[in-house]
């Protein structure tokens, strides 16, 4: 059973990705900061985690670089990322951030499903 986590600070998003996402056996976490990011995906070790770009005081790009940095360094399994953008012309940041995939909001479900099924295999 796929388990992903979620990182944004916004309940919009958060209700789109959960009603896109919680469903055929996934299950769905969410947390509302950036800096809560590393210790959730320690403890529950999520198959694919969701940025938001801006999540509080640690976006979703430095979040994603932390998680890239631990993962490097043997003390995070790694993970995939997908990270939500707010315009197109955020994308080269999430190239920057090492990111797997980006989503542009506003969230289209159906992409958002797609994406996740091919990172996670499915």
Avoid: C
Avoid at 28 to 50: C, F, T
Avoid at 106 to 111: F, H, I, V
Wanted: aromatic share 4%; charged share 30%.
């Amino acid at each position: 059973m796929p388990h992903i986590l979620v990182a944004t600070d916004s309940d919009d998003v958060a209700e789109e990705t959960f009603s896109a996402l919680a469903s055929y056996g996934t299950t769905v976490s969410r947390v509302r900061k950036g800096q809560d990011v590393r210790p959730v995906v320690k403890e529950l070790e999520p198959d694919l985690v969701i940025l938001d770009l801006q999540i509080g005081n640690m976006g979703g790009v430095a979040t994603s670089i932390d998680l890239r940095h631990e993962a490097q360094a043997g003390r995070l399994k790694e993970v995939k990322i997908v990270m939500l953008l707010d315009r197109e012309v955020d994308k080269w940041i999430a190239t920057e951030a090492q990111v797997d995939a980006e989503l542009v909001k506003p969230l289209n479900a159906m992409k958002l499903r797609k994406t996740t099924d091919f990172l996670l295999g499915a």
